[in-house]
């Protein structure tokens, strides 16, 4: 079962920062958050994944609480194309990768 | 790199008959994934293969689905005597596991319809 929190919508204007929130309070000291993306009729990419510090790649920054109990995932530049379904995943080793039903984020032009 | 294939990309068929839809990994993958995803919800596991092992199924996975991955390479789901309710996209995933940590990589699916 999904362990996180998300606003079901957001829009984001084209070119500003894209602020995904994600609440995951009941996380455990050996689960990773992940976070994936679904364009309209494709399946889930992989985006980013951290255990307790922030993470940065070429798509995105990850951002975790001290705490851990929730994160933000940040797209720097958003564009049109980033318009998409992001699910915030929060799971251990051997576990299962559970999908809650994410944020649907509208990059308006 | 060639990513993770499924075949067909639509499948229409009536109530009550069998089909059967494969997924092709990435080469050096060791594990194989497969989820349904219902409009407006996110994807739902279903079973996973390590190799040639089905290491763990879902309850959502009942007696009319069976999943193989014969030699630890593609792998096959197959759905028998459908119901409207199997109407889905059904994900396939792959990932290199390696005893940490995993990124599941996923195909464009199979979209289901059962008239």
């Known amino acids: 079962d999904a362990k996180t929190t998300q606003p079901t919508s957001m829009d984001c204007a084209e070119g500003r920062a894209a602020n995904l929130p994600c609440n995951h309070s009941t996380i455990s000291g050996n689960e990773y958050v992940y976070w994936y993306r679904q364009i309209h009729s494709q399946g889930p990419q992989y985006i980013i994944h951290?255990?307790?510090n922030n993470e940065t790649n070429e798509m995105a920054s990850l951002i975790i609480t001290e705490d851990r109990k929730s994160s933000t995932l940040i797209l720097p530049h958003a564009t049109l194309r980033d318009t998409a379904v992001y699910y915030c995943i929060v799971t251990g080793t051997g576990n299962q990768f559970y999908f809650g039903t994410g944020t649907s984020l509208t990059v308006i032009p | 790199d060639t990513g993770v294939s499924q075949d067909p990309r639509h499948k229409i068929t009536k109530r009550g008959q069998n089909v059967t839809f494969r997924c092709d990994p990435i080469s050096e993958h060791n594990r194989l994934y497969w989820y349904r995803q219902t409009l407006g919800q996110g994807p739902e596991f279903l079973t996973y293969f390590q190799n040639e092992a089905q290491l763990e199924k879902s309850r959502l996975l009942s007696d009319r689905f069976s999943a193989e991955r014969p030699k630890g390479s593609f792998s096959t789901l197959e759905i028998q005597r459908t119901e409207q309710g199997d109407s889905a996209m059904y994900l396939c995933?792959?990932?290199?596991?390696?005893?940490?940590?995993?990124?599941?990589?996923f195909g464009s699916g199979t979209q289901l319809s059962v008239l």
């Open positions: 951290g255990l307790k």
């Open positions: 995933a792959s990932s290199l596991w390696t005893g940490f940590n995993e990124k599941l990589f």
